[in-house]
């Protein structure tokens, strides 16, 4: 439902209300002045019914302002927190992508090149692949899945299982691919091989 159609909603119940109040008190007018006709008691009954039903009707008013004041201002309010929401992920995403821009940089320069060994094209990779993994650890991202470590099933996938007298039992024999953290919270879970 649309904050319109809520505010409009709240409105035709806060007129219902009012109608209906305002018919309870007409009836109530009514009856004595059937019982009194033309009496003194039931022309100040009637001035009373109605005193009582002008305040009904001004607090009434009252009411039906604040609830439209409300609902404004929850949609203002759900409006800020989505664009902060926006902004927070937008800033998040740039100060990434800043940490991992010098490793692009290096890549290009490496394709750059001209005529290297493959020795050398060996040492600029693994150079770059330490650049990654610096930038990786300042953004608190860790490695996990290391060989030798007891198999956790929480934050490794074994695919497979060897037989193996020098491993221990449930002890991850090989890495197939890392996996990744970030605190508690599992960015990629390490495939292993598991051993016994």
Known sequence: MSKQDAVKKAAKQAEEA???????????????????????????????LQEQLEQSSAELEKQKDLLLR??????NYRKRTERE???????????TIEKVLPVCDNLERAL??????????RKGVEMVLGQLNGALSKMGVAVIGLQG????PEIHNAVSHIEDANLGENVVAEVLQKGYRIGER??????????N
């Open 186 to 195: 599992i960015i990629r879970h390490a495939i292993v091989q598991v051993a």
């Open 149 to 152: 470590e007891p198999f956790n």
């Open 70 to 75: 409300t609902a404004a201002e929850y949609d």
């Open 85 to 95: 929401k926006t902004m927070v992920y937008t800033d998040a995403t740039a100060d």
């Open 112 to 121: 750059a090149q001209q005529g290297g060994s493959a020795e050398d094209l």
């Open 18 to 48: 009012a109608d209906t109040q305002k018919e309870k008190e007409f009836n109530a007018a009514e009856q004595p002045q059937a019982e009194t006709p033309g009496t003194d008691s039931g022309d100040a009954q009637l001035k009373k």
